[in-house]
């Protein structure tokens, strides 16, 4: 019995002493990467509109990103129409707080037309390229009583109506991060009804943003959010690496065909986009 006491002592102080030892485990890691986050929102309504960029570096799987220096950083639209001597088809963006960007321009200018960004950082080129996409606006928003996994859940009751003269895809803004896609594919120029649920969400202040999108991001977005499980941001360091539609080009030769994207390092994190964008805020109570 005593060796039977003794094994057992020396079993339980196997396990209570290797606690102690410290296990290394490698991280992924990577060279630098350029992050941009240039969603751009229009409220269509408005003569003008201020547009803001953020740049950032990131080189680690856990460390975040952090704000970075442009060379330079502007906005061409070859079919903008200039409607003055002194109006022109580009915008630069003016650095106004560290590794964030913007400019005002004519709504016009960010709504008709190609649009192209163009960035240089540390020797090298950045293209991106994109349209205005349209949005619509948010019929009803309501509390509803239903819970998801917990009572603490709080249903957020939601309708719009599709335009069905076109294809639309749509980007929710829910704020803190949340985010969901949507396509009209079964709803085209319909009102349609849905439910979102806030995970402890009483008494909190919830502002929501419609925004329009077009196919390629949509998509993107869709990739993002399985990946991260709805709780980040397009444009925060992903857990696997997503490409966007921002390309190094600095090293091709002809601009229209892009003989090098097919480079996997050959982008910089987060995505160009200019969407329509309607919003609305509801106030959940217990």
Known sequence: MNDLRKL?????????????????V???????????????????????TTISVKAGVTSSFFVEVEPTDLNQIFLINPDYVPTSPLDERSIPLTEVAPGVYEGTKNTTFFTEGELQLVIEHE???????????????????????????????????ISFSDDGAIDNFYLFDFGRGDYLVTEDEFYQGQSFNFSYFIEDGAGRKVDIALLGVDEPFYNYMNQLIVQAGGDQGPFQTPAATVRGNIINVTDID??????NVENSDNFALGYFAVCETFESTIILEE
């Open 254 to 259: 002809n601009i229209d065909s892009f003989d």
């Open 123 to 157: 020797g090298q080129r950045y293209l991106a390229l994109t349209r205005y996409a349209p949005s619509a606006r948010i019929d009803t928003i309501e509390q509803g009583d239903n819970s998801l996994f917990s009572e603490n859940d709080k249903e957020i009751k």
């Open 26 to 48: 490698d991280t992924p890691s990577s060279p630098p990467r350029l992050t941009i986050d240039a969603l751009v929102r229009i409220d269509s309504s408005q003569p003008t």
């Open 8 to 24: 057992l002592f020396c079993f339980l102080a196997g396990l209570i002493f290797s606690c102690e030892d410290v296990i290394e």
